[in-house]
């Protein structure tokens, strides 16, 4: 597992916050893994193609994602890498000369997010995204991307740093429940999700 922890910045209620972030989400990922087991271990499950969610992503109250049950492992990892970025400001440029950064803007936080599932290896712009992956939506992540602005829908939640179709939103990288209308964007997904 890879780790998401921002650079180091200063010792406030932004550490306590990832602090709690990080053991809720381990909490959500091996609790219902151990339960399954009966052992707290397993075997791996065979390859397959993996089922489209049953049920979406839930927001609670704290801005901070929970993913469902059965989500794949890079389905949990990217929304584990978006709750990181819950605090973080936008910045034009933010997350692009590397994953770790101090503001993100909106091709920074998708590649942030896809990173922490896995999905890609450096930062891309939006242009890049129009190209990434497999065309179309895809059953668990769906990159929107324009020339102009990208985000990512993530087992039915929407990580974006415009707060377009969340009337009195932030800006910067959060979770927004409501969708937004993806007909101008080129819509590309992770082959198998």
């Not at 053991?23 to 990922?29: F, G, K, M, Y």
């Not at 770790?100 to 599932?117: K, M, N, Q, R, W």
């Amino acid at each position: 597992m890879q780790d998401f922890r921002p650079a180091p910045r200063r010792p406030t209620l932004d550490f306590v916050r990832i602090l709690a972030c990080s053991v809720v989400s381990l909490l959500v990922i091996v609790a219902p893994a151990a339960a399954s087991s009966g052992t707290g271990g397993g075997t791996a499950a065979p390859a397959t193609a993996p089922a489209a969610p049953s049920t979406a992503a839930k927001l609670p109250t704290g801005g901070l994602a929970r993913s469902p049950r059965g989500a794949p492992p890079a389905v949990r990892g990217a929304i584990r890498a978006g709750n990181w970025l819950q605090t973080f400001p936008y910045r034009y440029g933010g997350g692009h000369e590397d994953f770790i950064d101090d503001a993100y803007d909106c091709s920074g936080a998708v590649s942030f997010a896809l990173h922490g599932g896995g999905l890609v290896d450096a930062p891309m712009d939006s242009s890049e995204l129009m190209e990434w992956g497999e065309p179309g939506p895809g059953a668990w992540i769906t990159v929107y991307a324009n020339a102009d602005h990208a985000y990512v829908v993530i087992a039915g939640l929407r990580l974006d740093t415009s707060a377009a179709a969340d009337p009195g939103g932030e800006s910067g990288p959060r979770w927004r429940p409501a969708l937004r209308d993806p007909s101008d964007f080129v819509a590309r997904h992770p082959a198998g999700l």
